[in-house]
């Protein structure tokens, strides 16, 4: 069975462009996640998407969006970049949401790199 | 807001000894993960520890949760220096899952 897949790997933008990462689960998982990971803040969670819609989100500000498709394939987009999103984007899916007891598989991830 | 604490943050230790790593949570958890994470790497999944008492193994790791205390360990036996990594515990519930800020562990020859 394939594994969580992200695209790109690895991207690089100036302040203030927008950016869009993608993010295809495994066969059969409902649920996305996508995480943050800088040296500074560690892992932070972003938000969760199960069955296209969001079930819960982090304390990020607006700029960060997402959405599910009806494939489960996930998108995240950050408009307006700033310096301090320059990060590892983490997805993660898993069978069902979050608040049932199932694992969470994690993508390869996107660096992303803001000059 | 779940707040999750590991310690140590850093630690170096010489291969063939024991050590813990600790995963202290703020509020009440409804299970406790660890993962493992090698440089440029995404992570592991190691445990998911679901009740209170709960043990699994796995090689030379160990986890354990007691939910009264609020604490999770990892435990490493016998250290060698393939388990050199970041290790983090996430905890959490249906509102959401919260790392914490990962363990270092260099294992030295």
């Known amino acids: 069975k394939a594994g969580v897949t992200q695209t790109p790997r690895y991207l690089i933008k100036t302040r203030g462009q927008q950016v869009t990462l993608s993010c295809s689960p495994i066969?059969?998982?409902?649920?996305v996640s996508w995480y943050q990971q800088t040296p500074g803040q560690g892992l932070q969670f972003l938000f969760e998407y199960f069955s296209e819609t969001q079930r819960n989100k982090g304390n990020f500000p607006g700029r960060f969006s997402g959405r599910q498709f009806s494939n489960s394939r996930s998108e995240m987009n950050v408009s307006t970049l700033e310096l301090g999103d320059s990060a590892l984007y983490l997805c993660?899916?898993?069978?069902?949401?979050?608040?049932?007891?199932?694992?969470?598989?994690f993508g390869p991830g996107t660096r992303l790199t803001v000059t | 807001e779940l707040k999750v604490e590991q310690n140590p943050l850093f630690l170096s230790m010489q291969e063939g000894k024991n050590y813990t790593i600790y995963c202290n949570y703020s509020?009440?958890?409804?299970?406790l993960y660890w993962y493992r994470q090698d440089p440029g790497k995404s992570l592991e999944s190691l445990f998911v520890?679901?009740?209170?008492?709960a043990v699994k193994q796995e090689g030379r790791l160990m986890a354990s949760l007691d939910t009264k205390a609020r604490l999770s360990t990892l435990h490493i036996t016998a250290a060698v220096h393939d388990l050199s990594a970041t290790y983090f515990c996430k905890g959490g519930g249906a509102d959401g899952l919260t790392f914490g800020k990962g363990t270092h562990l260099i294992i030295q020859p």
């Open positions: 993660a899916s898993s069978l069902v949401g979050t608040g049932n007891f199932y694992e969470q598989y």
């Open positions: 509020t009440t958890s409804d299970r």
């Open positions: 066969s059969g998982h409902r649920s």
């Open positions: 520890l679901l009740s209170n008492g």
